[in-house]
Structures are given as C-alpha cells and as structure tokens.
C-alpha cells in the first residue's frame, strides 16, 4: 500500500469526480483509477461504486477514507515535527474561522508568524461551528477558530479567546446615536442590515432578540461582516456587528457603535485543535501563540484609539 494511493482515495471522496481529483493530484485520469484499483485489490473490498460516472464510495470504502486521512495527517505530522527538529516549524499551517470571529485570527497569526517565519499559514475565514469540527475530524485543517459549545466532545480540546458582544451600529443622525446604551428590542425596530440566517452568528443573534421579546425584520442581508459596515455608510441601514470587528474598522467616520443591552448577551469564542496526541506539531505551536497572546484585551481597543465600547 502506497501513501499515493491513500492520498488519491481521499481526493476522489472530497471531488465526487474521477477528472477533478485527478487534477488536484496532478496525475491523469486513468493513473488515478488505476492506483484506486490496485488499492481495492489489495485490501479485498470494492471501494468506488463504478457505473457510467463516479458514483459514490461504497460503506468499505467511506470507512477506509477515516484511516487514509488519519494516515496521512499523521505522516504529515511526523514530517512537521521531523523538520522542526532539524531546522525550526515549516511547512503551511491551516486555520479555519466563522466568519464573525475572522476578525480576531490575525492575533495570532501575527505572533506566530514572527515566531515561526518558515510557516506559511492559510485562514479559511467562512466556515461555520459545525464545518470547523469536521474539518479538524477530517484532518483538513489544524486549527479552527470558532464559537464554543457548553459542551465539547473528548475529541478536542479547547482555549477560550474572548466573549463575542454585539453593539448597534448606526449613524451619527440617529436618535439612539445620542445614548450610552440601546435595548436589543430598540434595535429590532430599525430598518436593519443583518448577516443570512445560514450563518451561525445570525442564528446566536435572532436567539438573543428572541430573549428580548422581539424579532428583527431585515430588509437586507448577506454573508459578509464587511457588507454590513457598507450599508450602514449609506444612511439607509443600522446593523448588529461583533465588537471585536470594530478592532479592524474602528468606529467609521459618521457612525456610531452603541452596546446593547437588556440582554447583557456574550458568546464565548475559542481556539479548538484536536486531541489527539501527538496531533499536528502546527496546531501545538499555535496553542502556545494562544495561551501567550490576549486577545480579547486587544479586541478590547480601536485602532489607535481608547478602550471599547464606544457609544
């Protein structure tokens, strides 16, 4: 058994297509189909479900993709901390993020950069609670970057990085611009700009209005914490952001950031790894960059300018 033939297995699983994955091992078509033959015949189980086009992984062969990614997540591994041995952490490390928690990634990125300058690192900033989990299961990505349950399954381990807080961002013009603080039902009765309810923090945020007795009606939505900035800039809009996204723009000209209360409404964000031991050298030298690194002080200050929050 051959680590091309495990690496060409989990390809086929993730692409759903001999010719794609065959490109994304730069190998042909035939080369590809082959190897998997090979790899069938010699384990004594039908892996691929053949007809006219690919489909499917039979339940042998689903099962045996979970040892291939494990195999080679550990070879990898194993060259990683080789190579770290020998000359310092190189190689490319894999984060994954939600989307309202991208704006902290940097944090560490930043340090461990500094720290490991061999490293490249590549965030994937658009992935929700429940991708990162399986991602990490799948040894797809080394760290995530997420929001983190009352309860976390054995399989990972956890270092909490901040409280997610939520403030009312609106202009200048605006009558709640004037206060220290708006209710969470006042900013339901805005014409509001909000993220798609198939992201995780339009869902922690619908539960919190719910909690307050009211239900936003947004006009517009989307899947970008940017987007929202935007469209409050035009006059038309108010919007519910992370604070700590206001540690990237700050508090734009024309706008105002007011905290919300009644709920006083925190979510805990974190960094998960695996537990598996030894686990990725990647992932152990990102934790240590996490228990060094305050982030959530940092997120607790604009740009060049005082301590949140601001009203």
Known sequence: MLFRQLEYLVALSREHHFARAAQA?????PALSEAIRKLEDELDVPLVRRGRKYEGLTPEGERIVVWAQRILADRDALRDEVGAL???????????SVPTASAAVSLLTGPFCTEHPLVTVEVIADLQSEDILRQLQNF?????????????????????????RYVLLITAADGLAHQSTATWAEAARLPLCLLNESMQGRRVLDGVFARAGAKPTPRVETDSVAALFAHVRTGRWASVVPHAWLHVFGVPHGM???PLVEPDWTVPVGL??????PGSV?????TETATETDVAGALERLPGGPALPLA
């Open 272 to 277: 998960v790894t695996t537990s598996q031991q």
């Open 256 to 258: 105002r950031a007011v």
């Open 86 to 96: 020998r000359c310092g952490l190189s190689g490319r490390m894999r984060i994954g």
């Open 140 to 164: 797809e990505i080394d760290a995530g970057i997420t929001y983190l349950p009352e309860e976390l399954s054995g399989q990972f381990h956890a270092i909490p990085l901040y409280e997610e």
């Open 25 to 29: 091992c730069s190998v042909s078509q």
């Open 282 to 286: 990647m992932a152990r030298a990102l």
